[in-house]
Structure formats: C-alpha cells, structure tokens
C-alpha cells in the first residue's frame, strides 16, 4: 500500500534562511509526486509536481528512489511561504492521491 | 473555467443528527470527485471518490456515505453523526487518469459535532 511519510509537523524558520520540507514515500511500483500548499484563508492548491522537473516560487523538489524521498527546498525563505504543505503520492494511471500529515511552515521576520 | 462549490462552509450539528454535505463542480464534465477529511495532525484522509454518476468507492471504514446523483454533483452523508465525525471536509475533482493530473479543491466544510 502507499504510504506518504512528512515527519516534521511544524518547521520555524527566519526570513532568508534555507528550507528543506521532509517527505519520503513507500511504494513498490513507480509513484508519482507532489506538493500541495495551503496558505492561510485559501484553497488547497498544487505547488509543483515532480514529473515536471520545475521551480515554482522559488520552491524545488527532487525524486531520489533510492531513499524514497520527494523532498521540498527553497535556498531562501520568505514570510510570503508561510503556509500548510502537504506531500502527496500517486500510483501511476489512477487518480487516487495519497496525503502525508503534512508540515506547517513558519517563516519569522 | 472549472469552479468548485461546498456547502455549508461551517455547520454545527448534535450528536446523532443526520448530515449532508453538498459538492458542485461548474466547467468541467466527468469529473472524478474526491471527498477528504482533514484533521489536525492528520493531514488530508481521502474518505471515497467517484468516477462517475453512481459510481462511488469507499477508502476507509466509517460512519459515513457518499452519493453522486448528478455529474457534477457529490454528496457526503451520515444518518447519525458522531463526535469523531468533526473535521473540516475537502471536495475535490480531477480529470480521468491520463489527463493532467492536478486534483482542485473547494473551499471546504468546517463541521462540529456537539
């Protein structure tokens, strides 16, 4: 069965600083992978997806099968990246997506 | 373009009380519907989802069903709430699989159980 793993449930930060959200996946075939963030009084939306080998706000994420892990980084935090992110896993060809705990992240002035 | 509507956006019900949340989608035909629940330190548990009208797969053992009377339409029910049934409940849609694979989300239903 699929699993998403995030273990950290709170990540406090200053402005400036490097951020790096945990995420690691169990799964036996090849999964697909996500970020999802939610800011404060908005809708859960995507970040970035790891087929598309993209940037987004600054935010990157690279699959490593050998640990299993979609970790989330960003070289420079800012306050506007304050937010819920949720890690998500998807078994290729289905539509099921697999939610971690996720992890808040505060990033202080 | 696509919108996704839920309501009521807060509800607060007795315990043993029946339960529907409605789930519309606007711009989009055959969807895929998704109901989660979110819960502190929980994250985002994915409760059914559906593939089509009257198509409806359940994920985990609970007090709760769902229905899809319309397309675009997704009901979450109970007949007699619980106090673990509070949470907040997120609506989602997506393409058919092998479409793009981004999965939208509604504003979400904050429900407290008295």
């Known amino acids: 069965a699929q699993r998403v793993t995030q273990p950290e449930k709170l990540l406090s930060v200053f402005k400036g600083a490097p951020v790096e959200l945990k995420c690691n996946y169990s799964?036996?075939?090849?999964?697909?992978l996500f970020w999802y963030v939610q800011y404060s009084r908005q809708r859960l939306q995507l970040l970035l997806r790891?087929?598309s080998r993209e940037s987004i706000k600054g935010f990157t994420a690279d699959l490593n099968k050998g640990e299993t892990s979609f970790h989330l980084k960003k070289p420079f935090a800012q306050e506007e990246d304050s937010a819920m992110y949720y890690c998500?896993?998807?078994?290729?060809?289905?539509?099921?997506?697999?939610f971690g705990a996720g992890t808040r992240l505060a990033v202080h002035p | 373009s696509q919108t996704i509507h839920q309501w009521p956006a807060t509800l607060v019900q007795p315990v043993g009380s029946p339960l529907s949340l409605e789930c519309t989608v606007e711009g989009t035909s055959n969807p895929n519907l998704y109901w989660y629940r979110q819960a502190a330190g929980r994250g985002l548990q994915l409760l059914f989802y559906?593939?089509?009208?009257?198509?409806i797969s359940s994920e985990v053992p609970q007090n709760l069903s769902a229905s899809r009377p319309q397309d675009r339409q997704f009901i979450l029910s109970s007949k007699k709430l619980l106090l673990s049934d509070s949470g907040f409940y997120l609506c989602?849609?997506?393409?058919?699989?092998?479409?793009?694979?981004?999965?939208?989300f509604g504003p979400g239903t904050r429900l407290t159980v008295l």
């Open positions: 799964y036996s075939g090849s999964p697909e």
């Open positions: 989602a849609w997506s393409v058919k699989a092998g479409g793009p694979d981004e999965q939208f």
């Open positions: 559906s593939v089509g009208i009257g198509q």
């Open positions: 790891h087929i």
């Open positions: 998500a896993s998807r078994a290729r060809g289905y539509n099921k997506l697999i």
